[in-house]
Each structure stands twice: as structure tokens, then as C-alpha cells.
């Protein structure tokens, strides 16, 4: 268990990758694992990977990969391919998707933080779009390199300070945020400023999409459920200051979904399905 500790240690210390690297690496931290894991040692290797991050959907849905992984007679490496297997299977069949979004016109996208699904919508289609406008998305700045990154794939991006994004909605077609997990009656999970974005799209009338795929969908956590998640950043002339690292957005908040059926709403059927999809996932191969 000494390596999955230490990848459970990165991961609680990462601030700029979001929930689908830090399941990737808890997932291949496993497979890595020299001495090998076995099923006897299930409890304590769930704890360790929700642990990490109470909130994320992902590490909740790693875990119960590697109980149904246990449960099928099949060892915890396995599992754990396997899980990096739909995460490429589950971010093609999003970005084939991502059509959607555009239809064959030219937009302007706003976002937050540093979605991993966001960035290659960007990459894939950035000769449609305009400009990505992004918030600083502070504390940890994400935004700013998400922006960077942008910039150097050739696409116009301007960052606006987290104070001032009512401006770049207003000048933005689509609002577009990835998601560190979504409770199963469709609330939303996303990095502390989502919740500012998405009022303020609706008063512009400004679509609100959230992107993610179905691992992150956690089956028995309602809206309302939140555990609490903080940390702590210094404020010179201040001290310490503590703040929720994730906004939970309700579903009213969200205009459609989109995940490796397409664009849909996020309704607690249409996120039963995508779960229950992901889950079956597994028993098909």
C-alpha cells in the first residue's frame, strides 16, 4: 500500500488537474503496484482513494469499480485497466459529441477552472471558435492555465479577473464547465465560482452546459449532501482565510448536460443511464 499512499498524497496536493487525473493516477497507481493488491485488502484501499477527496465522483466511482472488479472474481489491476480504458472510451465519445455545441458556427465559449473535458473540446474544435473567455479562477489561478494552454494551440483566450465575469459572459456564447461530480438527482459539482457564472448566464440568457463523463455521476449522493471540502490560502495584511473549494450547482443552474450520449438535461433518469451504462461497462468485456 506504501505507493498508493504516496499517489493518494499527490493527488490531495495537486491544484491544477481535476478529477479525471487524479482517478487516472490512483488507478495506475495500482497497476503499479510491484507486490500487487489483493481483494483482501479492498476496505483500506477504498478508504485511501475516497479519502483523498471526499467529493469527487470519480475516486467514489474507482472504488466501487474495484468492489465489483473483487466481487467478479477478477484481481484489483484489472479493475484498474480497465478503468483507464473508459476514460478514453467515455472522453472520444464526448468530444465526437461536442459537435453539438457548435453547429457548424463559430462561438465564443466562457469557463472556469481547468477542465481536462473543456480543454479538448478546445483542441478538437478550435476552428470554431471565436475566443475562450476564462475567469482567473482564484485561489490557484487554473484558469489562467488553462488560457496559456489555449494560447499556445493557436486559439485567442482572455482571462477576467474572477471579480469581473459578468463582462466576459456578456461577450461569450456558451457557458461551458467541466464537473468533480454530480449527485445522482443532477446537482453539480464544480470549482468555487461556478455558482456566480452560472446566475449570472441566466440573466444574459446565456447557456449553461456542464461536461463531464458518467464516473463522475455518484449514485447515492443527493443535492444538499455536500461534504464539506475546504482549504486554506493567506492574505497578506490579513492571515488565513478558509473557502469551499467546490460550488454545488443545482439543477435548475444548468441549461443541458454533455457526456458520452451527447447533449441531454440533467435529469436523474438521463444520469441513472449514463451510471448505469458506465457501470455495465465493466460486466461487457
Keep these: 500500500m506504501e505507493n498508493i499512499i504516496k499517489a493518494a498524497e499527490e493527488v490531495a496536493r495537486e491544484r491544477i488537474r481535476g478529477a479525471t487525473w487524479s482517478s487516472e493516477a490512483m488507478a495506475r497507481a495500482i497497476i503499479k503496484n510491484e507486490k500487487g493488491l489483493s481483494c483482501e485488502e479492498l476496505e483500506s484501499l477504498s478508504n485511501t482513494i475516497t479519502k483523498v477527496n471526499p467529493i469527487m465522483g470519480s475516486l467514489y466511482n474507482l472504488s466501487l469499480v474495484l468492489r465489483k472488479t473483487c466481487s467478479s472474481g477478477k484481481d484489483l489491476a484489472w479493475g484498474a485497466k480497465r478503468f483507464i480504458e473508459y476514460i478514453k472510451f467515455a472522453k472520444k465519445n464526448i468530444i465526437d459529441h461536442a459537435q453539438q455545441l457548435f453547429r457548424g458556427r463559430k462561438v465564443t465559449i466562457f469557463t472556469i477552472s481547468n477542465s481536462s473535458n473543456v480543454f479538448e473540446i478546445i483542441k478538437s474544435y478550435k476552428g470554431f471558435i471565436n475566443r475562450v473567455n476564462v475567469a482567473e479562477s482564484l485561489p490557484g489561478g487554473e484558469g489562467i492555465y488553462l488560457a496559456k494552454e489555449a494560447r499556445r494551440m493557436g486559439v485567442e483566450a482572455k482571462v477576467f479577473p474572477d471579480s ?10 456558451i457557458i461551458l464547465i467541466g464537473a468533480d461530480n454530480i449527485t445522482i438527482d443532477g446537482c453539480v459539482f464544480n470549482k468555487v ?27 447515492n449522493m443527493r443535492c444538499g449532501e455536500y461534504i464539506p471540502f475546504t482549504r486554506n490560502y493567506r492574505i497578506e495584511g490579513y492571515g488565513e482565510l478558509q473557502y469551499n473549494v467546490f460550488d454545488e450547482l443545482p439543477s435548475n443552474l444548468i441549461d443541458s448536460i454533455l457526456s458520452i450520449n451527447g447533449m441531454s438535461n440533467p435529469s436523474q433518469s438521463d444520469l441513472r443511464i449514463l451510471h448505469n451504462s458506465f457501470m455495465s461497462w465493466f460486466s461487457s468485456i
Design 193 to 219: 465560482g461556478s455558482k456566480n457564472l452560472a446566475i449570472i448566464a441566466g440573466y444574459y440568457g446565456k447557456p449553461m452546459v456542464a461536461v463531464f463523463e458518467p464516473f463522475k455521476i455518484n449514485p
Design 164 to 173: 469581473a465575469t459578468s463582462a466576459g459572459i456578456e461577450e461569450s456564447d
